[in-house]
């Protein structure tokens, strides 16, 4: 049965067991009272649950036995409290990282390479110097290229001379010389006059044979025609007197003088037609005399204008070309002489070189220069390397590459600093994956005090997710069971469980994303050891 008579909170009721005698510990009670309600507890809002006093095991407890419960519970209430810290929510940060191992290189690495082959002589710097820009490290043997400045000093004097005999003969161009030249060049033009009216004759003896030989081909042809005729009346008288012949109506001698007749007229026709061809051929060959005397009277022709030609510019021209060559003797001269002076200022350079200096500010981190030894064009001679800033290089999986970008800031933590984080910045993130399947990261660090030296390795944390004035909580405080995450909060000194939806989780802390409010009191420290509505005291709070 149940209690008659309402509880306060906190008391212990005990339910009589008649078979021992004795009493058996039930639920802490909250308010109990047996009602017209049908015997049900009721329920105030800062309790965990209305308990049972205790169920009465036989029929006969009676409800003295359940004032001597209330009686103990009273005594046994003080040892059911449970200490415990809490923590008053605040809003923070909170942040998760992903951690990977990188490399130290240099912001800047420079192989000082000579740009001559030569000998060492003297050497100014070793490996762990600091060196500023402009520092000569090593010098080279200069006799070499001294012998060729000296050699070149001599060439550019000649050249000096050169120049002045030029010039001197720009004032004597149009001498004896160019008269002599005038006087031949009228000469060659009378030469041809004369030759052209020897070739003008011919011609007009060529044109006159050829009248001739048309002439001869006319009278050739009526020959030829008159014989043809002839030829074909004889032919046709003999064919006939054949047949009387044949008949024995011609006598043998007219027979005879008829085939003798025909045998005439045939020579007759074969005379006249060579005598045609002849007349042919002889026109052929006055046609070429008169094409070979038409070539001569051109071709002298041709000439004595070109003769006329030189002639005028010779007389017209030729003192001004003849001072333009003697200038560009003078300047080709000059040209020669500048080249000497480029060459020289080459070879200067090329002493300058001798001098190998450092190229930027920085330490020396390799050194194969040695004197009396070669250097040469191929092999860096010295290595400097300025850390002022150094890199972090990191290659990073694709499940975060994302979330970098070039600006970001990561902490890096080094062996050589003692765990202290030191902060970068991103420089470059690869687009694309290596061979190695991972992006490649570069990360800029700021190295005053240069204790950050390449090859050294580095632990670097990047940001995967973060949130700014998020609910926290330590990640201890979190309890979870079948249903879900919860914690116990304080209220009045009871612990009251509360479910709650979390968010970024970085291992220490935990991101609260509702069931707990800035300004709430949740227990840190002895959550494990209440239940809801269990009654707490609160020794310490955060």
Known sequence: MYCEREWQRGKVCYAAIPATGGW?????????????????????????????????????ATFSGCSRVAETAAAESQTSVIPVEVSVVKLSDIKTEMIYAGQVSAAESVNVISRLTGKVLETYFDVGDAVNRGDILLRLDEKDILDQLRQLEAQIAQADSGIKTAENAVNTVTGGQFQAQVLQQETS???????????????????????????????????????????????????????LHEA?????????????????AMAALTQAQSGLKQARSGLTQAQNGLNQAQI???????????????????????????TRQAQLAVDSAKASKEILLISRELAQNTLNDTSVTSPISGIISARTAKENEYVTTQAPAYVVVNIDNV?????????????????????????????????????????????TGTYPVKIEITNPDKTLKPGMFAEIRFVKEQKQNAVTLPRSAVLSDETGNYVFKEEDNYAVKTRVETGIDNGMEIEITSG??????????????????????VVAEN
């Open 24 to 60: 058996q510990r039930g639920e802490v009670c909250y308010a109990a009272r047996h009602s017209s309600m049908g015997g049900k507890f009721m329920k105030k809002s800062t309790t965990k649950a209305i308990a049972l006093c205790a169920a009465a095991v036989t029929a006969a």
């Open 189 to 243: 033009i009378e030469n041809y006059d004369k030759q052209i009216l020897n070739a003008q004759i011919v011609l007009d003896n060529a044109k006159t044979a050829i009248e001739n030989a048309e002439t001869a081909i006319a009278t050739a042809q009526t020959g030829e025609e008159n014989a043809q005729k002839a030829y074909d009346t004889t032919l046709s008288q003999f064919e006939n007197t054949k047949i």
């Open 248 to 264: 024995g109506l011609v006598a043998q001698n007219d027979f005879d003088r008829a085939e003798l007749g025909v045998t005439q």
């Open 296 to 322: 001569s009277y051109d071709t002298l022709i041709m000439a004595k204008e070109k003769a006329a030609e030189g002639l005028a510019l010779t007389t017209q021209t030729v003192a001004a070309d003849n």
């Open 391 to 435: 890199y972090a290089e990191v290659r990073v999986s694709e499940n975060i590459i994302n979330s970098i970008k070039p600006g970001d800031e990561a902490d890096i933590f080094f062996a050589a600093k003692g765990g202290e984080a030191v902060v970068g910045t991103v420089k470059t993130v690869a687009p694309a994956a290596d061979q």
């Open 516 to 537: 707990v409010n800035e300004g709430d009191r949740v227990i840190t420290k002895g959550h494990t050891y209440v239940s809801d509505n269990g009654s707490v005291n």
